[in-house]
């Protein structure tokens, strides 16, 4: 692991995370969601720092991303972290980045005294799903997602 280190992303990344969001959504067959612009995360991540950004780098080179946000458990009184996406360049798999990158994650989570760290996978995605697996992460049973977007939300 030692050709693996980190490194928070700063507004001059704003192409490169967009990069990997779309290198992502490809992956996940969601390319046609992806809204974001440079600008966008620009105003999102750096003005009004509604989340961070650290990146993997393998030999000194980006190679992948974790983008992630504080939440709130109401049940044990603290913040978390979620992890809304993490990314490793195909070429780059297999090479311990995923796991250093949630290692790195998992730091970050108890050092500011968070109680917990979450994320989300597509049920489809079993290669993940083992990765997580193997990590000791388990699935929240009984928990369904549901989400408020476009026209539902204006709606509403």
Known sequence: M?????RRAERR?????LRFIRELAEYEKLQNEVVAT?????EWLFDKEKAEVIFCLYEGREVGFALFFHNFSTFL????IYLEDLYVAPKF???GCGKALL????RITRERGCGRLDWCCLDWNRSSIDFYLSLGAVPMEGW?????AGEALERL
């Open 2 to 6: 030692k050709d693996i280190t980190f």
């Open 13 to 17: 990344d704003c192409a490169l995370i």
């Open 38 to 42: 440079e600008e966008l995360l620009s």
């Open 77 to 80: 009184g603290r913040s978390g």
């Open 93 to 95: 798999r297999g090479k």
């Open 103 to 106: 290692r790195e994650l998992a």
């Open 144 to 148: 369904t997602t549901y989400r408020l």
